[in-house]
Nanobody
């Protein structure tokens, strides 16, 4: 059973930085894609970024390009989302998700419980 556990959320001032972590367990992830999504109050969940477990391909939503960086540590089975130049509109619950298929914009099979990120203006 694949498990994804997010950590690193919290409250930060606008312009600040925060790093989210997603610890994955329960499978061999070599063919997976791991992504970050977010959902703000009253809004639909949206794609933020994704990374293939093997290789160097990364993918970003236009709204976070140049500010967020997704990376992974295969030895630790952990994916990170480094968020910089945070804005109030980045406030949301952030979810880590994994897709068994190498499809960063497809349907994801596994989801974490989510973690709150609040950016104060």
């Amino acid at each position: 059973q694949v498990q994804l556990v997010e950590s690193g959320g919290g409250l930060v001032q606008a312009g600040g930085s925060l790093r989210l972590s997603c610890a994955a367990s329960g499978s061999t992830f070599s063919t997976f894609v791991v992504g970050w999504f977010r959902q703000a109050p009253g809004k639909e969940r949206e794609f933020v970024a994704a990374i293939r477990w093997s290789g160097t391909n990364t993918y970003y939503a236009d709204s976070v390009k140049g500010r967020f960086t997704i990376s992974r540590d295969n030895a630790k089975n952990t994916v990170y989302l480094q968020m910089s130049s945070l804005k109030a509109e980045d406030t949301a619950v952030y979810y880590c998700a994994a897709n068994r298929a190498p499809a960063p914009f497809g349907e994801y099979d596994y989801w974490g419980r989510g973690i709150q990120v609040t950016v104060s203006s």
